[in-house]
């Protein structure tokens, strides 16, 4: 089992660019969250998805970001333009239900605005 | 509003000696408390949770609801507990996990 897994791991883009991160949930799990964590800090959540339904978005930046898990699989989370206050890691986590307690996160993807 | 505060960024300690993680929240309901931990490039895992009332890798916390506190020990401190540990919250109904900024461990061979 490889676990959450996301793509790319790092990235490096100029400000006011777009940026896409991808992440594969572990199988069967409906529950997909998407964090953010800067540096020095916990990580913050962003969304909330069961299966395809985003169900707690009320932290999502929604002027530049965006986020899509088509099918209730896979999900990608978008940044449209960048802002050299984005840079950070983003977490991808799944979980088997909203109330199961434990969720699993991915390596992240670490992202540098210049 | 939940919150989670972890007051030490770095505690070093000498293998063998006690460690102590701290971790206060600030939850008016009847909550759920986590650690997490990240060694050195690896991912964010569950440590252990209240519920559980397990010890993990010989680590225990114990919920004081007088105090707010959800402390994180264990007696005698190994090099590979060396990490970054997160004190996790998430409120009654809700499921979403507030994290604090973290302490990094670091063990003194």
């Known amino acids: 089992e490889a676990g959450v897994v996301q793509s790319p791991r790092y990235k490096i883009i100029e400000k006011k660019q777009p940026v896409a991160f991808w992440c594969n949930p572990i199988s069967g799990h409906n529950t997909l969250y998407w964090y953010r964590q800067n540096l020095g800090q916990g990580p913050e959540l962003l969304i909330r998805?069961?299966?395809?339904?985003?169900?707690?978005d009320s932290q999502l930046p929604k002027d530049r970001f965006s986020a899509e898990r088509l099918k209730g699989v896979d999900s990608t989370l978008k940044i449209q333009p960048a802002e050299l206050g984005d840079s950070a890691v983003y977490l991808c986590?799944?979980?088997?239900?909203?109330?199961?307690?434990?969720?699993?996160f991915g390596q992240g993807t670490r992202l540098t605005v210049v | 509003a939940q919150r989670v505060t972890q007051p030490e960024k770095l505690l070093s300690v000498f293998k063998g000696a006690p460690v102590e993680l701290k971790c206060n929240y600030s939850?008016?309901?009847?909550?759920?408390l986590f650690w997490y931990v990240q060694y050195s490039r690896q991912r964010l895992q569950l440590l252990l949770r209240?519920?559980s009332r397990e010890s993990i890798k010989g680590f225990t916390a114990d919920l004081n609801k007088g105090e707010t506190s959800f402390h994180l020990k264990k007696p005698f401190a190994q090099e590979e507990d060396s990490a970054m540990y997160y004190c996790?919250?998430?409120?009654?109904?809700?499921?979403?996990?507030?994290f604090g900024k973290g302490t990094k461990l670091s063990v003194i061979p």
């Open positions: 209240h519920i």
């Open positions: 939850y008016s309901g009847s909550p759920e």
């Open positions: 996790a919250l998430k409120g009654a109904g809700s499921y979403q996990l507030t």
């Open positions: 986590a799944s979980s088997l239900g909203p109330s199961n307690t434990e969720a699993f």
């Open positions: 998805y069961e299966n395809e339904e985003a169900v707690d």
